[in-house]
Structure formats: C-alpha cells, structure tokens
C-alpha cells in the first residue's frame, strides 16, 4: 500500500515570522496523522521553517532550484544549498515555472538529476492546459513530460520520485478535475512509468493530484485508486483548513 504525500505550495506568500507562527499552529494540527507531510516554502522561509519544524513530523521543502552546483548564476539557488541547510523536497518544473520562467522538459530533466546527485526527493509537476485538454490531447502532454522528465533515471531513483499531476486550467481557478478524471490521468501516468521502468516501479511511486484541492474534495479525490495525496496551492496558506486536507480521514 502506497502512502499519502500531501505537500504545501505556499508559491510567494509568507513571511518569515509568518512562516513560523503557522508552523507552530499546523505543527499541533496534524501531530497523529499517518500521511507524510511536506511544507514547500520560499527561500527566505526555508531556514525559519526548518527551525520551526523540529521535532514535528512536518518535512520542509523548497520551490525550485538550479541544476548546476554553482557558478555565475545571478538569483538562483543549487541543490547543494539547499541539502546544507536540511532541505529533504523540492518542488521541480511547477506550471508557473514552465509558464513565466521558460522552464522546458529538458531543464526539469536537469534539475531532477541534480536534485538526486544532492539527496534531494524532486516533486514533479506535470499538467495539461485548457486548450490542450479541449483538443484532447490530456493523456499524450501529461505521459511525455513524465517520460522526459525522468529520462536517464535509474529504476530505484525514479521509485523515489513524487509525480504531481496538475492540469493547469485547474490551478488558482477554483476548478477542479472530477476524481474519476484526475484519477484516470494519474492511472495514464503510472501505466507510462509501467511500460518504461516495470510494474515494481509504478506501482511504489507516489503520484499526487494538484489543482483547487480543498477540505470539501480531498476526501474523495485522495481515496480513488490511483492518487496518491495532493500537491495543494492556496488552501495551504491556511492551518485550519490545510489541516482538514491532511487529516481528510
């Protein structure tokens, strides 16, 4: 039985003080459950998180990073900075990168190796637009950027990936996919990873859904087959109702 990973994406909110007085209040909120779960904040939270988080069972992670070690990168941050300072996730070609940062497959191919040659666990986003879904093409956009973003991964590395499948019409919109759709999607998604690196692998990787993930819908959305937890935006930045989504039991 795969666990539940339910990951926070506070995208660029919160403050540092902020960051600790919600850790402090979530921290008490989800103390029993038995899902993983992950708080992915901006840079300047990171070291007030981490701090915030001992001894708590709330994993800190960041929302990026550059693909190489170092160098004359201007504004960016490396996976070996982000590994000295306890970092253990990092979320890894999200839409709004891909969409306002030019990311490609091929960058998100880089950073996950690089996320991996510094014990970083990638979180990987993939998602179809509006236009493409209408077209129909859901199935083709979400297995190819899967495959290419796991291109040259060793089949124990690609176990320890986290895909999070977010159509990107559904992000920020308060639209949601129906579970049997982002099930079937996440099912697309596995069934590629099958037909690439074995049953074994697909059927230990984590597989989340993202996309307007509330406390009124993770319930149903987390208990289909296929999904494995949730990569969840706004509702994060709320305590009590992120709270709820973990504990959705």
Known sequence: MRRKVIAGNWKMNMLPNEAMEYIETFSKLVKDTEN??????????????LMGAQDTNIKIGAQNMHFEEKGAYTGEVSGKMLKAIGVEYVIIGHSERRQYFAETDETVNKKVKAAFANDLKPIVCVGETLEQREAGETEKIITSQTRLALEGLTDSQVKNVIIAYEPIWAIGTGKTATSDDANNSIKAIREEIRSIYGEEVSENIIIQYGGSVKSSNAKELFETSDIDGGLVGGASLVPDEFAKIVNYK
């Open 36 to 49: 993983e779960v992950i708080l992915c904040v901006p840079y300047t939270d990171l070291f007030y998180a």
